[in-house]
């Protein structure tokens, strides 16, 4: 398969990951009869495998499932900190903020095996979990070629990752020294915990003979998270978050999510009086721009783990004054004045849609590349860093305290349009996640730009990803040479990164028509690929 230049067209199934062997393993799930949620866990089971540098079975999954009959239903397998993972445990350490990698980064349960059993009690009909794993079983074991994009993450990251312990040097540096393009990445450990949770169920990795290997390989590196931890975990099943536009009504993941930022974004530039001629001038820059500071300021002070919000999103979204008066703080000609810090973070999102119609968004991540660098050497899991963006402190905005869930930077959307369209779209990228979103959605929906085109054209990100510290707007080259001038006139401290690069994400798109028809979009950042037949 080779990276499409044109949107992909199909009637019976269609798939997109950013990873081409993702998409055509996913397709042959559909054309096996499975369901398009079916799909999805084989796109996550092989992307585990052939980009472990973005997610893996170690971290947390989120899906958006409509059906075919219009009903929506969500999925979050989100881990919570350990029971020992308490503010005496981190002081003990010396520690004043939680590492970013290592063992005391690796204090979250991971959730995303609990998604997938959750996704697939809801179908009908399932096929068995060995033929979903059996792509990625069959890549772990026989290898695959590692992409450029692996290569220099593998590069860049392996001096910090190399010594945090555990196995990730003999699995992704086994000659000595970073893999390399065109290198050949083999995990035997990692296919035969896939083949053992084929054999025994998803249930065998939190409470049964996986679950002792992935506890001991946890103790003996230093994490906080136990046995105990793991038989506790359950997935959870929140109603979606929504929001009515003119253009339909979209849906995205409930908190701990960002799902309510990438809804506010798209709701309050329409309410803005968004007057942009196209999707590539100044006025649609701006205005999103600006929306993204307004949803963010919002999320930065009340959005995390629902037990602890005292404001819920979804009234937020509901509360038409409220939106009204956001939407009046976007200037249609300056920028705001943006120091606020920001969210940091790696992930997949993939999407597909089957013959009868589901539609499903879906998103995993191990949050940072490689996770915490654990990888545990029993079974060739790469483990989470998630509760590295818990706060040492004692109350208030995401701050650590055992059995809490971290604000998540991950978010996967949907949205069912006025015309009868139904869209799932998404990208990895933290801080971008919910920019690019209402990139993608506006270009295509507002603007009628085709779904490629829309993915394919510049972004920008205001913020950071990608280990970038600085929260200037970063806008990629191949706009109008005016709109960057007017941008910085405006007072945006607009800072150019040159040509398509993966600091804006590796996004995806699917639209269903109302005749059945189908279409698919990937990102040319990214490996990635659409299969449909």
Not at 350 to 356: E, L, Y
Not at 511 to 516: L, M, S
Request: with cysteine; glycine share 12%.
């Amino acid at each position: 398969m080779t990276r499409p230049l044109h949107t992909v067209k199909g009637r019976h199934g269609i798939v997109t990951a950013p990873h081409y062997l993702a998409a055509q393993a996913g397709l042959g799930v559909l054309e096996d009869g499975g369901s398009a949620a079916q799909a999805t866990i084989t796109v996550a089971a092989t992307l585990a495998v052939v980009y472990p540098h973005m997610t893996g079975i170690g971290g947390d999954g989120f899906w958006l499932i409509r059906e075919s009959d219009g009903r929506l239903h969500g999925v979050h397998g989100v881990g919570a900190a350990a029971a020992k993972a308490d503010l005496g445990l981190y002081a003990g350490a010396g520690h004043d903020v939680v590492p970013w990698r290592g063992p005391l980064a690796a204090n979250t349960v991971a959730g995303t095996l609990s998604a997938w059993q959750a996704v697939l009690e809801t179908e009908p009909s399932p096929l068995p979990l060995s033929r979903l794993l059996a792509p990625a079983i069959a890549l772990a074991e026989e290898g695959v070629v590692v992409t450029a994009g692996h290569a220099a993450i593998a590069a860049a990251k392996g001096p910090e990752l190399r010594v945090q312990g555990g196995a990730y040097a003999s699995v992704f540096e086994p000659e000595g020294r970073p893999l390399r393009e065109g290198d050949v990445l083999r995990q035997p450990a990692l296919a035969r915990t896939l083949r053992r949770l084929a054999e025994a169920g998803v249930v065998d990795f939190y409470d049964g003979a996986l679950a002792v290997d992935v506890a001991a390989d946890l103790a003996e590196l230093g994490s906080p998270v136990s046995a105990a931890d793991l038989a506790a975990h359950r997935a959870s099943r929140p109603a979606p978050l929504s929001v009515a536009t003119r253009a339909g009504r979209l849906y995205n993941s409930a908190p701990p999510t960002q799902g309510v930022a990438s809804l506010l974004i798209l709701a309050l530039a329409e309410r803005s009086g968004y007057a942009a001629p196209s999707g590539e001038d100044f006025a649609h820059v701006h205005a999103l721009v600006e929306a993204t500071k307004q949803a963010f300021l919002w999320r930065d002070v009340h959005c995390g783990d629902p037990a602890y919000m005292a404001q819920a999103a979804q009234d937020v979204l509901d509360d038409e004054a409220l939106l009204d008066s956001m939407a009046a703080k976007i200037d249609p000609a300056r920028a705001l004045p943006w120091p606020q810090p920001s969210q940091a973070g790696d992930t997949c999102w993939f999407g597909a849609i089957d013959g009868k119609g589901q539609v499903v968004s879906a998103i995993q991540s191990t949050y940072f590349e490689f996770g915490s660098g654990l990888v545990l050497p029993r079974t060739g899991i790469t483990w989470q860093n998630r509760g590295a963006s818990f706060r040492l402190a004692q109350s208030g905005w995401n701050a650590l305290k055992p059995g809490r869930v971290p604000f998540h930077t991950l978010n996967p959307a949907l949205a069912e349009l006025a015309d009868g369209r139904v869209m799932a779209y998404g990208t990895m990228g933290g801080e971008g996640q919910p920019q690019t979103q209402a990139a993608v959605f506006s270009r295509h929906v507002w603007h009628g730009m085709d779904l490629q085109e829309a993915i394919s054209a510049p972004r920008w990100l205001l913020g950071r990803t990608w280990g970038e510290d600085s929260t200037t707007l970063k806008i990629e080259d191949g706009f109008d040479e005016a709109v960057y001038a007017a941008l910085a006139q405006a007072g945006h401290e607009v800072e150019r990164v040159g040509p398509l690069t993966a600091m804006m994400g590796h996004a995806g798109a699917l639209v269903r028509h109302p005749d059945g028809a189908l279409e698919g979009a990937t990102d040319p950042r990214s490996d990635g690929g659409v299969a449909a037949w």
